[in-house]
């Protein structure tokens, strides 16, 4: 994730045990434009969705608006795993 100031945090998801399975949370957002991006090198993104609303074509790669009193932002991608 990158954050307002242009300095991008790596979190991991999955099965390295590094956080729960498919998910991470951030917590003190400041005012901004955020991008976050899904390394989809082993299994693509076949779906994306903000705060509940799907974002058609899914992308690797999404930015989004946040401030203070707005919801906090929820991102989700999904991947599909094409090697089963």
């Not at 899904?38 to 609303?53: K, Q, R």
């Not at 799907?54 to 929820?74: C, E, H, K, L, T």
């Amino acid at each position: 994730m990158t954050d307002p100031s242009g300095v991008t945090n790596t979190f991991y998801t999955g099965d390295d045990g590094s956080l729960t399975p498919g998910s991470v949370s951030v917590c003190g957002l400041v005012a901004g434009i955020y991008t976050v991006k899904e390394d989809n090198s082993i299994y693509p993104v076949y779906s994306l969705t903000f705060n509940g609303i799907s974002i058609s074509p899914p992308q690797p790669v999404y930015s989004f608006r946040w401030v203070a009193g707005n919801p906090d932002p929820s991102v989700v991608f999904q991947n599909v795993d094409i090697f089963y």
